[in-house]
């Protein structure tokens, strides 16, 4: 008995047998309603795809639009990182120049040399 997986064209896939030892059933069925599957999955996605320049000319623009929206949202992404570490920068800055502040006061008024290391 010879068994063949089909794929059928609308999309389920069925096994044919043949009860006499040869090919003949599966042979006529694979030439009429089915297709063999395709081991590789690259043959099977071209295989869906229709050779035609419309669908390319309609496929093209949007494709163009995500490959544009991905690079835009890689690029807020960089913005917004490059924001947050400003801002948290300034204020580092601004607490250290607080501390310069109130330690310069003190030594100031008490002349203290850890005041002015501090400082």
Same mark, same amino acid.
């Given at each position: ?28 069925? +694979?030439?009429?309603? =089915? %297709?063999? /599957? ?8 071209? @295989?869906?795809?229709?050779? #035609? *320049? ?17 690079? +835009?949202?890689?690029? =807020? %992404?960089? /913005? ?8 948290? @920068?300034?204020?580092?800055? #601004? *607490? ?24």
């Amino acid at each position: 008995m010879v068994a063949y997986l089909l794929a059928v064209p609308w999309g389920a896939g069925c096994l044919a047998t043949d009860s006499l030892g040869d090919n003949r059933l599966a042979h006529d069925l +694979l030439n009429q309603t =089915a %297709v063999m /599957v395709k081991p590789h999955l690259m043959q099977w996605f071209a @295989g869906m795809v229709p050779d #035609s *320049k419309r669908l390319l000319l309609i496929i093209w623009p949007f494709l163009a639009i995500v490959i544009l929206l991905v690079a +835009l949202a890689m690029l =807020a %992404v960089d /913005v917004l990182s490059a924001g947050r570490a400003y801002v948290s @920068g300034e204020g580092l800055w #601004s *607490k250290a120049q607080k501390d310069a502040v109130y330690y310069l006061m003190h030594y100031a008024q008490d002349k203290s040399e850890a005041n002015y290391q501090s400082f």
